[in-house]
């Protein structure tokens, strides 16, 4: 009887545990049958808050087409135009540019031209000028020396004083 006692507690016990089980499905099963309801009211309610805010993203949208339309074509014809005048520039830069070339080259050839005219201006006035005069200060130079010579006192050098000098020259 032990035995019987025993098994019949443990068919107890098992009852119970099914029976439990049961009941947690059955709560799960009426939990879950509760989801799709709850889904569905805030699907709707989702939508009742986006159909405006689409709605208005909408008319934006539509709103803004034909000024991004002007926008754009602004932009183009702004974009033509300042590479037109960029253009434009390039032209007149290169033309200034040639044309300071061509002026630098004049002015070159009259520096140079004016140097070479200075060089030839100096060369005649030295030998036009500074000849004759040499030529003379030579001649003044000679007569005096010369003249010094006539009139200058002669003094007798002994040989002592010409070896002494001779050895000062060494």
């Known amino acids: 009887m032990e035995q019987n006692t025993g098994v019949t507690v443990a068919l107890i016990l098992v009852a119970i545990a099914v029976l439990m089980q049961a009941g947690a499905m059955l709560g799960i099963w009426l939990a879950v049958r509760k989801v799709p309801g709850q889904i569905e009211s805030v699907r709707s309610d989702v939508k009742q808050r986006i159909d405006p805010l689409a709605q208005s993203v909408l008319e934006i949208v539509n709103n803004s087409r034909e000024p991004l339309q002007t926008i754009s074509a602004n932009l183009a014809e702004i974009s033509t135009m300042l590479r037109d005048r960029a253009s434009n520039a390039d032209q007149v830069a290169a033309e200034l540019l040639d044309k300071s070339r061509t002026q630098i080259i004049r002015v070159d050839k009259m520096v140079s031209e004016l140097v070479e005219k200075v060089e030839t201006t ?22 005096r020396s010369g003249l010094e010579f ?5 003094r007798v050098t002994n040989v002592s004083e010409a070896t002494q000098d001779e050895q000062l020259f060494i």
């Open 150 to 154: 006539l009139f200058s006192r002669r």
């Open 122 to 143: 100096a060369d005649a006035v030295q030998k036009g000028v500074l000849g004759p005069i040499s030529e003379v200060s030579a001649v003044v130079k000679g007569v």
